[in-house]
């Protein structure tokens, strides 16, 4: 089945440490997304990708970096310079560049701090 | 891209169908209505989303009115596995610039289906 799929499913921080993570897609894509979720708030943008080797920043992208070297994945590294990285973490994808397409989730991945 | 309102919460019966509403007053001729749903700890799921006709697919209906200033989301026999929070969206087509394809989810409506 197609889909996206983003691992591990919970990851735990430690100071000062960089932690990635992976979301994969099979459904051919163009464009992806990498969002924040705090509890009882919505979404909100840290990185996107329009192209395989181009992305850019969004909403609040302090702290995180990205790659696309692939059109299939888009890992999302959060650096120690993230300073409040408890989280849950969502990555989407969506065929080509119109706008009328809908965005497909994964599951998230859930990030602590020890 | 417009701003949506919904209410904090709604029940349902087991069967019965669920009607979620959305208020989008100030949403622009270029801007679809879409919804999605997210079930606790999972990711948001896509459920249907239009323009300014009706839309109906195998999960939902979406009945968006005459003047586009608000939508209902219809689920036609709600079950316990729709429990989850609905989110109403719009979001401009095409485009670019900072808020390229970016989706912007508000409070939403938290569903509660009663056996």
């Known amino acids: 089945d197609g889909g996206i799929t983003q691992s591990p499913k919970y990851l735990f921080r430690k100071e000062g440490q960089n932690v990635t993570l992976s979301c994969e897609q099979n459904l051919n894509h163009d464009a992806m997304y990498w969002y924040r979720q705090d509890p009882g708030q919505g979404l909100r943008l840290i990185y996107y990708?329009?192209?395989?080797?181009?992305?850019q920043k969004g909403d609040i992208a302090e702290g995180y970096s990205v790659s696309r070297e692939k059109k299939e994945s888009f890992p999302l590294t959060v650096t120690s310079a993230q300073k409040n990285p408890t989280a849950f973490y969502l990555c989407a994808s969506t065929a080509g560049h119109y706008f009328n397409q809908p965005q497909h989730f994964g599951d998230g991945t859930r990030l602590s701090i020890l | 891209d417009a701003k949506t309102t919904q209410p904090p919460s709604m029940d349902c019966a087991e069967g019965r169908a669920a009607n979620l509403p959305c208020n989008h007053s100030?949403?622009?001729?270029?801007?679809?209505v879409y919804w999605y749903r997210q079930i606790h700890s999972q990711g948001p799921q896509y459920i249907i989303h239009g323009l300014k006709n009706n839309e109906t697919n195998e999960m939902a209906s979406l009945i968006i009115t005459e003047d586009r200033k608000s939508s209902t989301l219809i689920l036609p026999h709600a079950t316990l596995r729709d429990t989850a929070v609905y989110y109403c969206i719009v979001r401009v087509a095409g485009g670019g610039g900072t808020s390229y394809g970016k989706l912007t989810f508000g409070q939403g409506t938290i569903l509660t289906v009663h056996p």
């Open positions: 990708s329009q192209i395989v080797n181009d992305f």
């Open positions: 100030t949403i622009s001729g270029n801007e679809y």
